[in-house]
C-alpha cells in the first residue's frame, strides 16, 4: 500500500529527530558527568594557585595561563593569514588548474592527523629552525594545522556574499580593495569566525602537536617569553590519564574531573564570545 506524502513527510521527521538525539544525548551526559564529578572539587586556589610537590598539590593556573598563551599565539598567525588566502583565491586567483591543486591541497591538509603536524613543527620550528621547545614553536604549529579549516571556511563565507553586493560597490567608484574590505568582508564575518572558533577550539584540545614542540608536565611559573616551554591542559590531562595511573585511582572523582571541566570551559567561553562577536557584526553588515 502506498503511504501518503504526509506519512512520508512524518516518517522523514522522525528519522531526523531520532538521528538528532542519538547525536546530542551523549554529549549532554558527558557535559553533566563532567560539572557533577568536577564541580564540587572546583575553588578558587585550585585554579589560580601554582602547582607543588610535583603536581601532588597546589593548582593548575600554569595550565590554563599556557593554554591561553598558545591560543593566543595560534589566533595570531592563522586567523590574518586564513582569511587573507581566502580573499586571495575568492577575489583574485584564476580559476585554472594551479587554483583548483591548490584547493584540492588545503581541503587534504584539513584531514592530516594532528601527530603529522607535530611531527613537523617539531623537525621545522623545534630542530631546523632552532626555536626550542617554546610557545612559539608550539603556537607555529596549531596555527599551521588549523589554517585549512579556516581558509575553508572563509572561502564559503566570502563565496556566500551576494555578487550584487559587490557590483553595486565598483559601480559607485570603489576600488576593489576597498570593496572587499568595507563590503565584502563584514557580510563573511559571521562564517570566518564560526571556521575560526572551530578551529581554534580543536586547537586548544589538542595534545600531539604540543606534546613535540611546546607542552611540559611540571613547571610551577608562567613562562617569560615565547622561547620558554609552558604547561596546558591537554597535554596534563593526557599525562595524568596515561601514565600516573595511582593518582587516578587515588582521585577518580575529584582532580582529574577539575582538569577535564577546565578545558571543557575555556573551550566553551571561547565559542560562546565568538558567537557573540559575530552576531553582533552581522548585524551591522551591509544591507541589515
Given amino acids: 500500500m502506498n503511504l501518503s506524502a504526509k506519512w512520508k513527510q512524518r516518517i522523514a521527521f522522525s528519522v531526523?529527530?531520532?538521528?538528532?538525539?542519538?547525536?546530542?544525548?551523549?554529549?549532554?551526559?558527558?557535559?553533566?558527568?563532567?560539572?557533577?564529578?568536577g564541580l564540587p572539587a572546583i575553588n578558587w586556589q585550585f585554579l589560580t594557585a601554582m602547582p607543588r610537590m610535583g603536581m601532588r598539590a597546589g593548582g593548575i593556573f600554569p595550565a590554563i595561563a599556557g593554554t591561553m598563551y598558545l591560543v593566543l599565539g595560534t589566533i595570531v598567525v592563522a586567523l590574518p593569514l586564513g582569511v587573507l588566502a581566502a580573499v586571495y583565491l575568492v577575489e583574485y586567483a584564476r580559476q585554472n588548474w594551479m587554483t583548483r591543486m591548490i584547493e584540492v591541497a588545503i581541503v587534504n591538509l584539513a584531514g592530516v592527523p594532528s601527530v603529522v603536524y607535530g611531527l613537523f613543527g617539531l623537525g621545522l620550528f623545534v630542530i631546523f629552525l632552532k626555536f626550542g621547545s617554546s610557545i612559539l614553536a608550539g603556537s607555529l604549529t596549531l596555527s599551521i594545522m588549523v589554517l585549512p579549516v579556516i581558509i575553508t571556511a572563509s572561502k564559503e563565507a566570502l563565496s556566500s556574499v551576494p555578487q550584487s553586493f559587490r557590483e553595486a560597490s565598483l559601480a559607485l567608484g570603489v576600488s576593489k580593495w576597498q570593496t572587499i574590505r568595507c563590503i565584502v568582508l563584514p557580510n563573511a564575518l559571521p562564517g570566518i569566525l564560526t571556521g575560526t572558533i572551530l578551529?581554534?577550539?580543536r586547537a586548544a584540545g589538542e595534545t600531539a602537536p604540543i606534546l613535540f614542540t611546546v607542552a611540559a608536565f611540571y613547571l610551577p611559573r608562567l613562562p617569560k617569553s615565547l622561547f620558554d616551554q609552558c604547561m596546558a591542559l591537554p597535554y596534563h590531562l593526557y599525562v595524568l590519564s596515561t601514565q600516573v595511573r595511582m593518582l587516578i585511582r587515588k582521585f577518580s572523582t575529584g582532580p582529574l574531573w577539575c582538569w577535564s571541566d577546565s578545558s571543557l570551559f575555556s573551550i566553551f567561553w571561547q565559542s560562546l564570545s565568538g558567537r557573540i562577536f559575530a552576531g553582533k557584526s552581522n548585524g551591522k553588515s551591509f544591507g541589515e
Fill in 16 to 37: 531526523l529527530g531520532l538521528a538528532s538525539i542519538v547525536v546530542i544525548v551523549p554529549v549532554v551526559v558527558i557535559f553533566f558527568i563532567l560539572i557533577e564529578k
Fill in 199 to 201: 578551529g581554534i577550539s
